[in-house]
């Protein structure tokens, strides 16, 4: 029925279920494996390939590189495998047109198939091959093996991916220090291996969740190449650093000359307490946009030594920090050191500028959120949030934002819903847990709360606002010696936060030691940058009463008067006014300024029964002393009057 079987070969007929073609090619096969014996009995030698021009090798590796650089990954895969066909057999492949060959596979998603080809050609260990170890080979060992530990790294497998790249000991690093001294001598900058190994291999330790070994080699990484920013940038975000291991990790870095300006600016990103240095640079570009902008108004009275100081403080700043002066980053450094500050509107007005020129700087957005919470700008909220989750709804920050809106609404348990799937999310999103437990303290929930503040503490230890929120619960549910500790911990985290000394100057005045509350409260408001905002009034007035409780009127009064000069409409100050008035004793001028502070207050808040008692008793002590002396004359109304004898 198939129309022959094998004798039908012989005869030269072909089965009908195959093509004419096909079955040619199978004689065909069959006769080239006959023994190569010739007619005079000698082996015929084997056919040597033709070389592939030059011409055509270049042409397809410029045309690979392209193909990468427009991101068409499967052109580039498909050329790149024709490359390293045409390049050479086994070993006598070029490393470079394999590593770009696994380059465009890693381009394209194949990780699997880019190890597969890597072990297969020996280039790395793991595969039935062992790794060659030849010069060639040995020169371009680190980007082999950087190159396979991401391909690992993106299927996941962070065991493997550890095992790929070493465990950075000395013989390894003196090995990939030599690849990059030949890298060196071109004049290009380029990120020294050394680096990105370390980067990877603290990204593994993190996926792993082992915390204190990723931060090892994240610094690893910064120290070997200043310009690995995405070591620095895990390490900010991830507040896996003190406010003073920054600053000692930032001024330690080995910049060149010429890239001083870069220490500025990695210093403008981290912590940006009691950094004068820092504050005079970022003072000095806000002074620049806005002569640019055309704000002249106070150059334009400034004297002759002003201009001088200010010329040689523009001076002193890099070329390069002027010329980043509207750059995004430096536009959000600007931004968080008002939010720090407690410059509430200027921080928010350079927030909206940030995200009218660059609406998905995702950076921006947790400090701009905060802000906006703390005006009460729900329907900016509102908006924000929509827009957010619209664009990005896989994002941690998309849903931080819709946890605000509800927060700043009031609406705490739905805040709480949005703020857990934030952490859902990102893990490693601090602003979701800080307001996580922010919700449940709003309901008085000191337990949730509390542990919402112990998961950010122990997964950012860098952080201190973890710490003193967990003492703040402390203190609000009357356990001052907890309270104590973790505000000592937080100040030991980041001693130039004025809020924690703020915190530990109202514990010392809940335990009645007056003298050392006005010694914290002092260091706080000497650490907030001046002129005093609105924001710090409270803590002005905490002054004023810890000075009342150690009977020194004269200093509660001034700090009184301080504290209303920020917020003149305060009906508590103006009434705590009023009664160190009254208690200073002095009845001829103090109890007047006593009545009209307490009128003051009573105008603003007609509904203070402490105003109006005291007002009363002010009132009656001020009568006492200013009503006229009088003679009483008794009245007797059986005594007859002088006229009562004579005639009507």
Known sequence: ALGGGPDSIARGTVPACLGGAVWKNLILA??????????????????????????????????????LEKHLDDSAVFFADKLVSMSGDGEAKDPDDLFLYCQALFAGKHHRRALTVMRGAGLVDGGDVPAR??????????????????????????????????????????????ADDE??????????????????????HEALENRPLARRWYVAALEADPFCYAALEALLSNHALSAEEERSLIGSLAFDPEDEWLRFLYTSMGKKYDEPELESGLEMLEEIRNHESGDESAARFESSDEARARREKLASLPAELLALRDNGEVALARAEWYYHRGDFQKCHDACVEICERDPFQLKALPVYLAVTVELRKKNELYLRAHELVEEYPTRAVSWFAVGCYYYCVRRFDAARRFFSKATALDGAFVPAWIGFGHAFAAQDESDQAMAAYR???????????????????YRRANNLSLAEQFFEKSRGICPADPLVHNELGVLAYRNKDYAKAVEHLLDAIALVPHPLTDEWEASVVNVAHAYRKMNDFDSAIEW????????????GTHTALGF?????????????????????????????????EMLTLALIDQCAVTMPPYNFVSYEPLQAAPYADQPG
């Open 30 to 67: 069959r006769s080239s494996a006959r023994s190569p014996v010739g007619a005079a009995g000698t082996m015929d030698a084997p056919p040597l390939a033709p070389r592939v021009p030059r011409a055509t090798l270049e042409k397809l590796r410029s045309v690979v590189r392209d193909c």
């Open 183 to 204: 890298e060196s001598v071109t004049k290009t900058k380029k990120i020294s291996h050394a680096s990105a190994m370390s980067l990877l291999r603290a990204q593994a």
């Open 580 to 612: 160190t008035h009254q208690l200073k004793g002095n009845f001829q001028t103090n109890m007047s300024e006593a009545i009209e502070c307490y009128h003051r207050a009573l105008s603003l808040r007609p509904d203070d029964t402490f105003a109006q």
């Open 560 to 571: 009184y008067e301080r504290a209303l000069s920020l917020a003149p409409r305060c009906a």
């Open 455 to 473: 998961t950010a503490a122990r997964l950012f230890p860098g952080c201190h606002l973890p710490v003193l929120c967990i003492g703040m619960e």
């Open 133 to 178: 170890d030849v010069p060639a080979v040995r020169k371009n060992a680190p980007r082999f093996r950087l190159l396979a530990a991401r391909c690992l790294a993106a299927t996941r497998e962070w065991d493997e991916c550890l095992a790929a790249l070493g465990d950075g000991e000395s013989s390894e690093i003196s090995e990939i220090s030599a």
